[in-house]
């Protein structure tokens, strides 16, 4: 799940160009960029809060008790976890991309989808919807297909991803309901609102509100305007394994850091944690600060967790990427 690149100026974008001329830059790009730093900044400022305590209390600096905790685990089986995940997961992505593509764009085999996904993780270390603009590029000149209308699917992708994480949140909340921290009691109503939202949306794009409206015809809508319910329920079931998946090895990959949670827990929380890891930022400071909250009593190996998790995830998809990144780069540029 917004930061998507396009390849097609719209109509009227040379008209807008001679103002953007006599225009102030604004200051938006600085915010942008100085925005994620600020979070990640008081993200770490709260870990070492949580961490200092417990790290005074064993006559040990922060640094020193962090490194306790890394050395008690057994990163041979932890990596045996992992690595075998990220692969999974990289499948089911390039699965999702590639269905989404044949349906809303064009006709491309799924071995042509896996090196652009790929290589698109490599950008995805800075923002994840920064990787699926830069697919969108490719895919528009290796295609040929209007950037607008790639970017509709990119956007359509996004949309399922938040369906999908507000639905696993839910089920788990509701076969946790006494089990998990009372914060949670509220994802049902984020559910029904964002259920209602879509729905407007939906019968919006099906013509059903606003029938003479015409911005459903937007190429940055294409996608939506084309989709039908039943597709956006393939999605969410295709997506959903690589969860379910997240779900067991988490859980063991937690077990080795000295913490024990049952798979039902971590079904209830996971994807909240995974919102979480969406929002733009160095080293996932929001998901990692997540981990935390939601476990106060192991604030050092909660952090150690969430930070090596996280990050290894974006880094060795990173190494996926790098892998196909000659194949990506002379398709690209041939």
Known sequence: MSDVQESERPAG????????????????????????????????????????????AQDMSVVAYLASVFASVNWLAWLALMVPYSLF?????????WRVINWFNAKVSYTDILPVRASTYILSILNEQVGKGAMALYLNRREGVPGWKLGSSMLFIMVCELLYLCAWANIGLALQWDNLPEVFRGLPWVGMIIVAVFAVAYLYFRGAILPNNKLRDAHILHAFSEAKIGQYVVILLLR??????????YSEALSLFGVELSYLQMLGILPVIFFGASIPGPFRAVAVSMWVILFPDYPAEMSAFGLVQHNFFILFNAVIGLVFLRRAQRELFA
């Open 89 to 97: 997961f990289f499948a089911i992505d390039s699965l999702i991309v």
């Open 240 to 249: 959903s394994p690589a969860l379910l998946a997240a779900v067991v090895i």
């Open 13 to 56: 974008a040379e008209d807008a160009q001679g103002e953007a001329e006599t225009t102030p830059p604004k200051k938006g790009g600085f915010l942008k960029k100085t925005i994620p730093w600020a979070i990640t900044i008081g993200c770490f400022a709260f870990l070492y809060s949580r961490i200092a305590g417990p790290a005074a």
